[in-house]
């Protein structure tokens, strides 16, 4: 009988410490993972990433979408009615919602509910721009933006801790700009880069991130949109293979494309303003999957530009 009775103990033990491994490997269990030969820390769990690129039906439907009980921080909007609990930029308000405190721009655009997070650099107007949407369906991702929402509706600066999710195969890390340093975390995958770098922008005013282009030994390629292609960064990054997009609409993307691999995007522009004074948000994302619908997306728009000389 005592013997039987250890042995059941000790099988039992066994059985709970194994469900533990799986509820842990399944969940939370932070684990080392490679990318073109980078090396990332990530939080495994269950979760997928959605890529929409507009203008498209789409990427209005997203935010009609949006439950009344979400949160949102709109820069601006005008193709939907947002939920009551909205930051909106102070220039865009018009008495519904909370008027953003930033006397700078209150830039970014998206809401966060039930594990979701709408993300990117598209606003919910009715407008033409060529630009993204992002869904991130990730519990952690979603409850790190709903926490920078709380924030900023009482006017304070979001600051994260800088995790990497792994969704399905999918690395994403999520910035809130100005608490986190997101030049530093643009720069650092910028560095990473051993073969290309592609870009599409609206606005490209950041000196040192031009810099880190001229002085980068991989091939450089981007388009700049034509309203905001002006300044010192026209001057020196014109030998570096850069286009001038000449569609209909406005080129509104914030996006670089890193080794066909990984991509920057969200709201923040290339920008001092972007990175250091607005409320923006910027996500990396490591998946060449995910990396390859953005070459796509970068031809198309090639395909409407002019080579600048």
Not at 3 to 21: E, G, N, P, T
Request: with cysteine; hydrophobic share 40%.
């Amino acid at each position: 009988m005592r013997r039987s009775f250890f042995v059941d103990a000790i099988v039992l033990m066994i059985a709970v410490l194994l469900l533990l491994l799986l509820f842990f490997a399944e969940y939370s269990l932070t684990i080392g993972f490679s990318i073109a030969g980078n090396n990332y820390d990530f939080i495994n769990e269950p979760g997928n990433v959605s890529i929409y690129f507009c203008p498209s039906a789409e990427c209005q439907n997203l935010f009609e979408q949006v439950p009344k009980y979400a949160k949102c921080a709109l820069y601006d909007y005008g193709g939907f009615v947002p939920p009551k609990l909205s930051v909106i930029d102070k220039r865009n308000f018009n008495g519904f919602g909370i008027k953003s405190f930033n006397k700078n721009l209150m830039h970014n655009k998206y809401c966060v509910y039930d594990g979701v997070v709408i993300t990117g650099s598209h606003n919910p107007t009715n407008n033409k721009n060529f630009d993204v949407v992002i869904v991130l369906k990730s519990i952690s991702i979603s409850e790190e933006f709903s926490e920078a929402f709380d924030l900023l509706s009482i006017g304070k600066k979001p600051v994260t801790d800088d995790k990497t999710v792994n969704l399905s195969g999918v690395l994403v890390s999520s910035f809130h700009c100005p608490g986190d340093d997101c030049r530093d975390s643009v720069l650092e995958e910028l560095r990473k880069s051993k073969h290309s770098i592609y870009f599409l922008a609206y606005s490209f005013t950041d000196d040192i991130i031009a810099e880190e282009l001229i002085k980068s030994d991989v091939y450089i390629e981007g388009v700049f949109s034509k309203q905001k292609f002006l300044g010192e960064e026209r001057k020196n990054l014109r030998f570096r293979n850069i286009y001038e997009f000449n569609g209909s609409g406005l080129l509104h993307h914030k996006l670089f494309i890193i080794d066909n691999s990984s991509i920057i995007t969200g709201s923040a522009n290339p920008s001092m303003n972007g990175y250091e004074h607005n409320d923006e948000n910027i996500l990396i994302i490591r998946s060449d999957a995910v990396a390859r619908k953005f070459v796509d997306e970068y031809l198309r728009i090639r395909k409407l530009s002019v080579p600048v000389t």
